[in-house]
């Protein structure tokens, strides 16, 4: 069994910060990509950051320069530190993440935390 846990969401005003983490526990082999995605209501989920195991990393242009996606392998945990926080960052984002486990490699899915960006 495989759980992915979410936290750091919450409400913050344009131009603030927030710090997401994201703690993969249970049978875990190895962990490949570990990636944010975030969903916007009536909005198709979209990915927001991705980064390897070796550290390799991509983003959305909507936040390149702004938000920043690392991992601490040793801790299965990936983080989203978003800074200059705007309006239209508001929504559910998610963490992914590729996981090995014994005889099998699945993509899990955290709950999902709500961050809304609002004077």
């Known amino acids: 069994q495989v759980q992915l846990v979410e936290s750091g969401g919450g409400s913050v005003q344009p131009g603030g910060s927030l710090r997401l983490s994201c703690a993969a526990s249970g049978s875990i082999f190895s962990i490949g990509v570990m990636a944010w995605y975030r969903q916007a209501t009536e909005n198709q989920r979209e990915l927001v950051a991705a980064?390897?195991?070796?550290?390799?990393?991509n983003y959305a242009d909507s936040v390149k320069g702004r938000f920043t996606i690392s991992r601490d392998n040793t801790k299965n945990t990936v983080y989203l530190q978003m800074n200059s926080l705007k309006p239209e960052d508001t929504a559910v984002y998610y963490c992914?993440?590729?996981?090995?486990?014994?005889?099998?490699?699945?993509?899990?899915w955290g709950q999902g935390t709500q961050v809304t960006v609002s004077s």
């Open positions: 992914n993440a590729n996981i090995r486990t014994i005889g099998r490699r699945d993509d899990y």
């Open positions: 980064v390897t195991r070796g550290g390799t990393t």
